[in-house]
Every structure is written in C-alpha cells, then in structure tokens.
C-alpha cells in the first residue's frame, strides 16, 4: 500500500482530511447506511453528496487519513490528450533516433517527430509533450540504450558489500594508472611519453606499501616490482633518491585484492603468492565501488602530478590551452623522486577524513602491541629479499639439453647444468624482461641458479629490443632467426636510435629505455646460487634486488 509523503503533504489539505475524517468514519462504520445520512453528511461538511460517496468509497479502500486528502482535478497521469497515430510515433522515433548509441538531443527528437508528422499529414506535437513522453520513460533504460549495459550497470545498480580489514596487511589493493604527465629524455630533455604508475594500497591504513613507475604498459613484471617494492625495507632505496622522510611500511600482506586484468591473472603472480602464503581475492565482476580505495589513492596522487611542468591533467577542459610538449621538463627518475617525497613526506602525514587521523599514525597504531594497545606487531622481515623478488618475475619452462637451455631464441649455460642434461622434465626458468643477460633456473633442491648467455661477448639486451630485433628480421624476410642474427639487428638498431634521438619520439623512448636497463659486466661461466650473488659495486648504496627498483621493465 503506497501513499504519499506524510512531510510533502500541504497543511491546509491536512488539516481538511482531518476534519473530514469522524463523519466519513461514522458512515463507514455504519452498514445500514441510508441516502439521507449521507445527505446529513454532506451538509455537515458542506460538500454535495456525490463528494461524500467518493470520500467514502477511498476510505473504506483505504482507512487511512491520506485517502482524503483533497484531490486536483483534471486528466490522470499517464493521460494523453494526442491522436493515437501521433502517440505511436513519438514511441517509434524516440526507439529509433533517440535510444542509440548517436545520443541525440532532446531537441533533435522535436524536431525529427515534428518531420515525420509532417509527412504522415498528422498535427505536430509540442516540444513539451514529446519531453514528458521521454521522461515517463525509467531512467535506466534510457541510459542503458544511449550509454550501453554496462555503463547503466554502473549507475543504477545497488551498491552492496564493502571491503573490511582489521589490521594492517591484512588487505592490500593494487592497480595501474597512466600519469598525468609527459616525461622527458634524460640526455636531450626532449619529451617523451607519458609513464605508467603501479600503485598499492594498505586498505586499514591507507597507506601506500608501493608503487612502480614505468614506461611500459602494464605486466605481470610491474606487478612483481610493484610488490616487491612493498614488502621489502624502504630506508636504502629513500636514502638512494636523497628523500628525508620515514617510510615504515613493509611486510608480507596476506591478501592481495585485484581487478580482473591479465597482469593480474598471471602464472607469475598467481605461483609466488601461493609460495609466500598470500591470498588473492579479485575484485566481483561489475562492482567497480570494491576498488574505491585503490582509486581514491590514484585520483589524490593525480591530483598532487596535475601541479607538475608537462602536466596533461585529467581531462580536456582543465588542459585548456597548455601545451605539455612545450612545458614538459622532468625524467621518469625525477618524478619517482618527486613521488617518493609526495608519497612519504606529504600524503602520509595529511588527516584522512576517512581514518580521522594520519595514515602514518594509523599505521603506527595498527603495528604498535603492549599491555594496552592491541595490533599486529612488526611485520617480520623478508629473510632473502632477491629471491623473493625472482618468485615473482615472469616464469618459461624450458629442457636442459646438451647444449644448455634455450629462452627467447638465445642460449644459456652453467657448469651446474652438467647433472641434469637429459633430464625429462622441463625446468622452471624465471627471467628480468629488462635484462636478458642472466636468468634464473630452480634446481631439483629448490635453489636458483643464474645462468648467464653461453657467447659472453654478447652484450645485455632487454625482452623489448629482442621483440623489435624479431619484427625487423620478419620484416627482412628471413624465416629462421638464430641468435647471431638478433644481436647483429640490435646493434644496429642501436646505432640508428643514438643517431637519431632528438629526431623522433620513439627514437627518444628506445634510447631512454636501454639506458635505464640494468648493465652488468659479463659473467663467468659457473654459475652460482642466489644467495653467492656479486657484491654491489664499491660505494653504492643499494643492495643487487633494490637495485632493481630503479631500473626500467620491458614486457
């Protein structure tokens, strides 16, 4: 039973109903009723007979006050004083022209009824009747016809379930932006593009774990970094970009919560969670509110990059006139710097509405355990934090043959592969995208071995060079590609790019990107655990794995 708005309801029709009420009541109560009670009725009210019998038959259908509320006379809603022809086109050229994708105006849908009218012989309608046919119409499926299913989804659809976490790293939301700013080569300051950031988020905190920033599209690799990023101690790699502020999160999540994307989906991913017990939950299929605050983080962060030279900002109309080709002036290195300093000296020590406090302080509490003050305690520290990075880089599975193990048409070899040639099983390779120099091979006692390129005077490519050294072999017409012959393109290739540079911008981002690629000096031909990996070079700050961090991926 519907009724209206008991606060929308005009005092004077209140007040009426209420006086009307006992002397319809009566007649309602009395089954012996006669004409002459109702005439006595309608004289006491001042009404005619007729009013009292509709009075009556509205509250004996229903007894409640508001059925005799004073009613507006006139047509029904729903009632159309138009010709039926008229009335049938309106509905087909409203399916026809304005329900689609085109997303006609309302005053185009006028002015097309008006024509077809015309041409039918029939009395055009005004503007007004075709609008309130329009709108009698449900919304969402008008949305769903101009703007499409999904997108009315989106709109319309409930929002139900939230995310909950208790404690810090109890659940952690990652995900991908383009930023909004156009990089510049580091030798001739020319722009380039613009960067792709990978961002997570402590969800009970909303603190930042870690991010990625690159010039690749996302991939499985700038998830690995991403998370390795997060879980690993952050004092090295503040210390390396001359960034004065605490970053004290680190520490395994135990869940990872995920939008449906390939990256996402990846056998990479998907093994070194399982190997370090962290859970994956991906995000319900149209229920974008479920990543609210992955996007909250990316649109603040957005929001603090729109401030930067070579700015495109979010959209056209805040662009107005300004050229980020001509303004841009920072590398990719300086906005990771310019990042770090936002993330850990700004956005950690802003109030969160939400937290009603600092994400730092909320970290520190959610961390902090004594006699008083529950929470989770310290997160316990990575104990080998190169290999973890491995257990989530990309994952190939190749045999060990006599002549070693082939990846990407290039040939590996260790003295460690002497016991296991033969062997029927493939074995699990795991590789860097930037640096195909050296990949990594799990032997039977669970320990990754690096094998290096068995021709060592091969120099350190990255996947990148080796896909566009495959594409102009292919384009030359050569069917059989073997290794000599992908290193000869690549170095010419180059040779054209250092010639080329300030020429073009692709020029610019191949030459950018090589430099930013990790170079390691050959390497001998046994091969060694991860744990007896090469010392970093005298006076470097960093570790070999967070060494990593600041290097470019290629996928």
Not at 128 to 147: G, V, W
Not at 298 to 321: E, Q, W, Y
Not at 441 to 456: A, F
Request: a positive charge.
């Amino acid at each position: 039973m519907t009724g209206p708005d008991l606060s929308s309801i005009d005092a004077a029709a209140w007040s009426e109903a209420r006086r009307c009420l006992p002397v319809i009541r009566r007649l309602a109560e009395n089954d012996e009723r006669r004409r002459g009670q109702v005439e006595a009725a309608a004289k006491e009210l001042g009404y005619g007979p007729t009013h009292v019998y509709a009075l009556l038959r509205r509250y004996l259908a229903d007894s409640r006050l508001t059925s005799l509320l004073p009613r507006s006379s006139g047509p029904k809603s729903g009632f159309s004083r138009l010709d039926r022809e008229v009335d049938v086109l309106i509905d087909e050229v409203t399916e026809s022209f304005y329900l689609t994708r085109q997303r006609a105006r309302i005053s185009d849908l006028v002015i097309e009824v008006r024509r077809r009218c015309a041409a039918a012989g029939l009395d055009p309608p005004g503007r007004k009747a075709i609008t309130k046919r329009l709108r009698s119409r449900p919304p969402r499926e008008l949305f769903a016809k101009r703007q499409g299913r999904q997108a009315a989804r989106d709109r319309f659809m409930p929002v139900v379930g939230s995310l909950e976490a208790s404690r810090p790293l109890s659940l952690v939301q990652i995900d991908h932006t383009l930023v909004d700013v156009i990089v510049v080569d580091t030798a001739t300051r020319a722009p380039i593009q613009r960067p792709w950031l990978t961002l997570a988020i402590d969800v009970c905190t909303r603190c930042v774990v870690g991010f990625h920033l690159t010039l690749e599209p996302p991939s499985a690799t700038s998830v690995a970094l991403c998370i390795s990023h997060a879980a690993l101690p952050k004092e090295s790699w503040l210390a390396e970009r001359g960034i004065d502020a605490d970053w004290p999160v680190q520490g395994l999540p135990e869940r990872l919560h995920l939008d449906n994307a390939k990256e996402f989906r990846s056998e990479a991913l998907t093994r070194g969670c399982e190997q370090y017990g962290i859970g994956i939950d991906h995000r319900p299929v149209r229920t974008p509110h479920y990543g609210g605050h992955i996007e909250r983080l990316i649109g603040t962060m957005m929001g603090k990059v729109h401030l930067l030279p070579g700015t495109t900002f979010s959209n056209i109309a805040a662009k107005g006139d300004n050229d980020p080709d001509k303004t841009a002036a920072m590398t990719l290195d300086e906005v990771e710097r310019w990042l770090g300093h936002a993330i850990a000296g700004v956005y950690h020590r802003e109030l969160h509405r939400g937290l009603g406090a600092t994400p730092l302080d909320a970290w520190r509490r959610g961390v902090a355990r004594d006699a008083t003050t529950p929470g989770r305690g310290e997160p316990c520290a990575i104990a080998d934090p190169r290999r973890f990075l491995i257990d989530f880089l990309p994952i190939a599975q190749r045999r060990i043959r006599r002549d070693g193990v082939a990846l990407h048409s290039i040939a590996y070899w260790a003295d460690v592969l002497t016991t296991w040639i033969g062997q029927p099983a493939p074995a699990i390779l795991r590789y860097d995208p930037r640096d195909l120099s050296r990949i990594h091979l799990l032997g039977p006692d669970g320990v990754y071995y690096d094998l290096n390129y068995r021709d060592l005077r091969l120099p350190p490519i990255s996947l990148w060079e080796h896909r566009l050294a495959l594409k102009r072999l292919r384009e030359d017409g050569r069917l059989l590609v073997d290794e000599a012959a992908i290193f000869r393109t690549i170095e010419a290739m180059r040779s054209i790019t250092d010639a080329a540079v300030i020429a073009s911008k692709a020029a610019r981002r191949q030459r950018e990107r090589r430099l930013q690629a990790p170079i390691r000096p050959s390497a001998s031909s046994s091969a060694n655990p991860v744990a007896l990996a090469e010392p970093p070079a005298p006076g470097a700050l960093l570790a070999p794995h967070e060494r990593m961090f600041t290097v470019e991926e290629w996928s």
